[in-house]
């Protein structure tokens, strides 16, 4: 039974039940349930009050996301239905809010006449950041309650607020204790005799509006990604200049224009697909783990100290070994140093930095790892160094404990071979800056058992990151697909590009960084040393001496001052005609003559080089599901949500189209590149997508 209900001393009670997150979701039939208890309880005499309350430890967390691919009416007609009966009704409601009301779940109390809730509730409408507005009334009524200036602040950053903010602002009349029903109910019979207090009644305060809705448009993306706030704008200055039906009916217009549109089909996707990483295939859902106690890394330099970083903030011990004094004063003093700016800049509490600190120790000595369930090795990226450490782990880690390997390039069965427990050693391949990127790429080893694998997982969600994982191959799902993206960036260089023209096309289609910025920021020097080994065990993928010719001139970006561009002011790229002189130079010595390359085709190379390599990594089994290659790039390489992940918006173009496009640069320039991957060609001829081999996303 979705819907319970009961009277107590003439209040009536509706409790619904959608667990775990009581989403108002139409196929449950959560809506047309309670609009039945509404209308029973509107009738009843001997009933002076509503309360409408939810079991479980939220209110409602909104509607459910994995329904919005069916048609609009279906998704948002039943919630919109209850508003309007909700709005009928003779007697008061009240609304007993536990632990939060998002979305859907708050447009639904707001609807109601009166709000209470718990003081650790949250609220919000997130709904901008799915590419939608509030579809269920939600634009109209928060401006009723709180103003129009509130109002635009919280739709249109989609920020979730603590119950004591909202009480603040007018959107809960209340705050309770833990017994909020109880409360609900004693404050449904003190209001009983005033009658209704609808929220669509209360005039809108619009102080402080007209400058609010000015600043939220000029901070709107441009382009289709900035629809959804220019929608909700719109949304809520309907209500103030037409009133209440008037702006109702533009709400909906908006929200069932957008729900279909394609940001907001790539951000639904995004999110989904985050959730689904999570459920590894073919590691059984019952298999239980213990959560990760204590953490040693071994190796204090970049990577290390901001794992590090990110393992205290997560509220777990960690020690920080090297085998170099120096190395680790230098880590000690970076910890010291984040965790102080944190604190003065107001992002963390004195306190919380003085917890962080008390969770980092430091050591010199292997010994120290005794203790630790979890052991992450992040040392120099040379396969003599990592023998020498898992060697040493392999003596000295506590039986049953995870050894894992940061390794960004190197055999991470190679690695577990150092040891006799290769079913404990599994690859975690962290981002830098790790105590900031959310991307975990957690490899799973030939040998690598499936509870070392669900174990690193589950320490990948204690440490708040997005595990995904990755099979076994020179740079694992992420890093694979970025060398072919690069590789198209710099044969663009050698055609006729220059790199701005190709970091300005990326970036307005919404990558986060061009490629070329990207290597800047990374540091040259990597890519380098990665390209004299490729140039010895690949020297029939030849490939751009452009980037090699830019080390040489020690430009190895942003950490020496200069890259591609030049970074004299603060980190500002700045063009640098050298550079451009360079390329052209590079391009004469190879006999190309330069030609105009449009915007479009360094999209397409660049994008469609992502596509054909993640198609490759399916069929290599190196990727479990295309979800899993969208997570990567959207949670670790800056590639927009609001197009879903490569293999998601190769799906929205059409496989065929993709497929026709590689074959033309087949032909071209370096088209040894673009020989399509055979699952590219059976899921284009197919018709199927790559969707078809996601499984249950929801
Ligand atoms: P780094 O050079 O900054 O630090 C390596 C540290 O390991 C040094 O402090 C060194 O003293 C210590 N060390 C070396 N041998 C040791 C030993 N035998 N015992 C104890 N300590 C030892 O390197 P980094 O950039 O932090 O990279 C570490 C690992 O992470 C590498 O495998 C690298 O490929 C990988 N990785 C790096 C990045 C990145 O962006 N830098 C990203 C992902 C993965």
Request: charged content about 25%.
């Amino acid at each position: 039974m979705p819907v319970k209900t009961h009277i107590e001393d003439g209040v009536g009670i509706i409790v619904f039940s959608n667990p775990p997150l009581n989403p108002i979701s139409a196929s449950a039939g959560i809506p047309q349930a309670i609009e039945a208890a509404l209308r029973t309880f509107d009738a009843d005499p001997a009933i002076k009050a509503i309360v409408l309350a939810a079991e479980g430890r939220m209110f409602s967390a909104g509607a459910d996301i994995a329904e919005f691919d069916k048609d609009p009416e279906a998704i948002a007609g039943p919630a919109r239905r209850l508003d309007d009966v909700l709005d009928g009704l003779k007697k008061p409601v009240v609304s007993a809010i536990q632990g939060g009301a998002l979305g859907g779940g708050l447009e639904l109390a707001l609807a109601t006449d009166y709000r209470i809730a718990t003081a650790d509730a949250k609220v919000g409408l997130p709904e901008v950041t799915l590419g939608l507005i509030p579809g269920a009334g939600g634009t109209q009524r928060l401006p009723c309650l709180t103003g129009a200036a509130q109002a635009v602040q919280l739709i249109t950053t989609g920020k979730v607020i603590s119950a004591a903010e909202a009480h603040r602002i007018g959107l809960l009349d209340a705050l309770a204790g833990d017994d909020v029903r109880a409360e609900a109910v004693a404050f449904a019979r003190t209001v009983a005799s005033d009658g209704r207090r609808r929220s669509r009644d209360q005039e809108i305060s619009t102080e402080g509006g007209p400058e609010a809705i000015a600043e939220a448009r000029g901070k709107a993306p441009r382009g289709a990604p900035g629809d959804a706030v220019r929608g909700a704008l719109d949304a809520i200055e309907a209500v103030i200049v037409q009133g209440f039906d008037g702006g109702l009916k533009a709400e909906y217009g908006i929200f069932d224009r957008l729900l279909i549109s394609e940001p907001a089909r790539g951000l639904r996707h995004a999110f989904l697909a985050e959730r689904a990483v999570a459920r590894v295939p073919g590691l059984d859902p019952a298999l239980k783990v213990d959560p990760v106690r204590a953490v040693a890394i071994i190796g204090s330099g970049t990577m290390g100290t901001g794992i590090a970083l990110a393992v205290a903030q997560a509220g777990l011990p960690v020690t920080v070994i090297d085998a170099n004094a120096a190395a680790l004063e230098r880590s000690r003093s970076s910890v010291e140093s984040t965790i102080s700016r944190a604190v003065e800049r107001g992002r963390m509490s004195e306190a919380a930095g003085q917890a962080q600190r008390a969770f980092i120790g430091f050591s010199l000595d292997m010994e120290a790892v005794r203790g630790a369930d979890f052991v992450i090795e992040a040392v120099f990226e040379d396969i003599s160094v990592k023998q020498q450490v898992f060697e040493a782990l392999d003596r000295l880690a506590d039986a049953g404990a995870v050894i894992a390997s940061n390794t960004s390039t190197l055999d991470v069965d190679r690695i577990a071979a150092f040891t006799n427990r290769p079913q404990s050693v599994v690859g975690t391949h962290f981002f830098s800056p790790a105590n900031i990127m959310r991307l975990l790429e957690v490899v799973q080893g030939a040998k690598t058992a499936s509870s070392t694998l669900a174990r690193a997982m589950t320490f990948a969600k204690q440490i708040r990151k997005v595990g995904v994982v990755s099979g076994v191959c020179d740079g694992f799902i992420g890093n694979r697909m970025f060398e072919e993206y690069l590789r198209q960036a710099y044969f663009l260089l050698e055609e006729g590009a220059l790199p701005q023209q190709v970091d300005a096309a990326m970036e307005a289609w919404g990558m986060a960084m061009g490629p070329l910025r990207t290597m800047d920021l990374a540091g040259q020097d990597i890519g380098w040393s990665i390209r004299k080994r490729r140039a010895v065990e690949q020297p029939d993928r030849p490939y751009s001496c452009i980037p090699d010719l830019i080390c040489e001139m020690g430009r190895y970006g942003q950490k020496t001052g200069a890259g591609y561009y030049l970074y004299t002011r603060g980190g500002k790229p700045e063009v640098d005609p050298a550079i451009d002189a360079l390329v052209i130079e590079e391009s004469r010595r190879l006999g190309i003559t330069r030609r105009p390359i449009s915007d479009e085709e360094i999209v397409e190379r660049c994008v469609y080089a992502l596509v054909n390599e993640g198609a490759r990594i399916l069929e290599d089994r190196i990727a479990a599901r295309p979800l899993d290659i969208d997570t990567v790039w959207v949670c670790g390489y800056g590639f927009p949500r609001f197009r879903g992940g490569p293999m998601f918006y190769a799906d929205r173009v059409g496989l065929p189209h993709v497929l026709s496009r590689i074959e033309d640069f087949a032909g071209a320039y370096q088209g040894w590149a673009w020989t399509p991957a055979d699952l590219l060609r059976r899921a284009a001829e197919a018709g199927t997508g790559f969707a078809a081999l996601n499984g249950d996303v929801a």
